[in-house]
């Protein structure tokens, strides 16, 4: 091309890029002086260009990629090349103006880095697995996370994670993988892993497959997350809440304290845990329950500085051992002779009364966490509810067992009394009453002396009726149905009422004693206060044990009458109400609809 059309064409070049043009274009001589610019090229560059120019004059070589800064922020790449124009020597400039690229550059680099971030602290990380090569690829998060080798790749990599998966596992995570294969369902599986510093992750993949261009299933992606501590929290809620539930049963103490101390070692994942129960003489921890056993582990540990469960007790609140071969605050000669490392201890009870300590050991220094800690005070409070419980039961069938010697020694009592009430009716009043009519005999068939015989046999008879009443043979040789005959007729003949009365047969022989002497007083207070015609006497066998209940058709019992008789000395029904709750038994008296009273007793079978 002719010099004036070159001419012509750069100043149409240049004239054609304006101002915000994303492309600027100067011409410089063999000094560094700009000879023509355009319009787009930012001003504040003469500087930099002129020291590049020089450059490419000096060697002959062009120079690219050049970064500089515009005003206003604008980042440009600028580009040097050298010229001959009419026997002169020059640079031309371009600059592209890559604000917007950078910019974008800048945000996905600042993205990535925010990706990663947040995967990190996540404890999640990207993964791809290629169905037909098997070959994997993992984010760097998740390569740390899982404890992979980052220097596998592909195929490698796949058969390096599936070797950390444990064993059991490894199956439902092939299974899951090849169900999402054959079907395109999304992957969601939960698969635990061994880390290579030896502790179980529990690791949660969710995936989606990847389809290629005829829509078949050639991969799937997603998202891996480390739940472990997750998961080891539901965990430990799991066995402090299946704690909860045998301490409110019936499992003795020491199998209590076994389950226990396997429980924390098996969710903590320590080697052993131990309960220690305070001595009575308070200078000695004795030991109840190692889990997984240990012989030697001591029997007995001393309190206070002594060790570290007497250390524990002392201060009332929990104690962490990071390294046990430099622990000062206690004797610790015993755990660095054991070969531990670190350990925990909690006390079990209350500050004021402490039933003992729970301990976890570990041969790895600093193995304890502040959740740890929690959870084994977690259990230890636990622990100590149900041995409380089992105390406080205790007590109650002592207090229960007491009860029911006295209201036995009362039985006895009664029975003798009213032994030898009979005897005494027997050996006296009756022999003088039976002497007395023998006496009359001589007076012959004198109408007053017929009468005054006739009223002695009636006399006789009901003293007969009396001593039956009154003597234990009755129950001994004639059962319990006899002897309830025996006191409805004496009080029916006192009080004026007929008792209709109905015996199970299976109720017989349950505590026989105890229903004839509230069954006597029941009847007696009819005969003394109801003016009752008609008495139900009911005894029957219930699962639990027996009934008995009276009900008569007399006056009744206002309201508030219970009380008022006892504070005037009448405490026959407040006694049998004591016999009867001192076997574990009830009895309720009320008033009848219409009129009448109604009292029932349970007792209990033993």
């Not at 995967?119 to 070959?135: N, Y």
């Not at 490392?341 to 006390?347: D, P, Q, Y």
């Amino acid at each position: 091309m002719p010099a004036p059309e070159e001419a012509f064409a750069a100043m149409a070049l240049v004239e054609g890029l304006a101002v915000g043009a994303p492309v600027g274009f100067a011409l410089l001589d063999d000094t560094g002086r700009i000879a023509l610019t355009s319009a787009s090229m930012p001003a504040g560059l003469h500087a930099e260009l002129a020291s590049g120019a020089r450059d490419v004059i000096a060697t002959g070589h062009a120079r690219h990629g050049v970064e500089l800064r515009a005003a206003g922020g604008r980042r440009l790449v600028v580009s040097l090349h050298p010229l001959e124009h009419e026997g002169r020597r020059m640079v031309g400039a371009i600059a592209v103006d890559i604000t917007t690229r950078a910019e974008t550059e800048d945000a996905v680099r600042a993205s990535e880095h925010a990706l990663a971030t947040a995967q990190r602290m996540a404890h999640m990380g990207w993964w791809i697995v290629w169905f037909e090569s098997r070959a994997a690829e993992i984010s760097p998060e998740l390569v740390d996370l899982l404890g992979l080798d980052p220097a596998l790749l592909g195929r490698e990599a796949t058969e390096a994670w599936l070797a950390a998966v444990v064993d059991e596992d490894r199956a439902a995570l092939l299974a899951a993988g090849r169900r999402s294969a054959l079907t395109g369902e999304p992957l969601d599986v939960r698969y635990r892993l061994r880390h290579p510093d030896g502790a179980l992750r529990t690791v949660h993949a969710r995936g989606d497959v990847v389809r290629g261009a005829e829509g078949e299933v050639v991969a799937i992606s997603g998202f891996a997350q480390d739940v472990s501590d997750w998961a080891a929290a539901a965990e430990r809620q799991r066995a402090v809440a299946e704690l909860g539930r045998d301490a409110l049963g019936d499992l003795p103490v020491g199998e209590l304290l076994d389950r226990v101390a396997a429980t924390v070692a098996a969710t903590l994942g320590f080697p052993r845990c131990a309960a220690l129960e305070l001595e009575p003489n308070g200078r000695e921890l004795a030991t109840r329950s190692v889990q997984p056993p240990w012989d030697a582990f001591p029997a007995t540990l001393p309190a206070g500085d002594g060790s570290f469960a007497g250390f524990t007790l002392r201060l009332r609140r929990p104690v962490v051992v990071d390294d046990w071969s430099s622990e000062t605050r206690f004797d610790a000669h015993l755990g660095v002779a054991l070969g531990l490392g670190s350990g925990a201890c909690v006390v079990v009870g209350g500050a004021g009364d402490p039933a003992g300590v729970l301990m976890a050991v570990s041969e790895a220094p600093g193995r304890f966490s502040e959740e740890d800690i929690g959870f084994l005070q977690s259990m230890a409070n636990v622990l100590a509810e149900g041995i409380e419980r089992r105390r406080a039961a205790a007590e109650i069938a002592d207090l229960a067992a007491a009860r029911g010697r006295l209201v036995a020694q009362a039985l006895d009592a009664e029975e003798r009394a009213r032994r030898s009430m009979s005897e005494s009716l027997h050996d006296g009043a009756l022999q003088e009453i039976l002497a007395a009519g023998h006496d009359l005999y001589v007076l012959g068939d004198d109408p007053a002396a017929e009468r005054a015989r006739e009223q002695l046999r009636d006399i006789v008879a009901r003293l007969r009726a009396v001593m039956v009443a009154l003597h234990p043979t009755v129950l001994t040789y004639g059962g319990l149905e006899a002897a309830l005959e025996a006191v409805a007729r004496q009080q029916g003949d006192a009080g004026g009422f007929t008792t209709e009365l109905e015996v199970d047969a299976e109720a017989l022989g349950v505590r026989d004693d105890l229903v004839l002497s509230i069954a006597r007083e029941l009847l007696t207070n009819v005969a003394r206060h109801a003016g009752a015609r008609r008495v139900e006497l009911s005894l029957r066998r219930t699962p639990q044990g027996v009934v008995l209940e009276v009900a008569d058709d007399g006056a009744g019992m206002p309201a508030g009458r219970h009380r008022e008789a006892q504070a005037e000395g009448h405490i026959g029904l407040a006694t049998s109400a004591e016999r009867v709750a001192a076997v574990g038994g009830r009895l309720r008296v009320s008033a009848l609809p219409g009129g009448g009273t109604w009292a029932r007793a349970d007792l209990p079978a033993s």
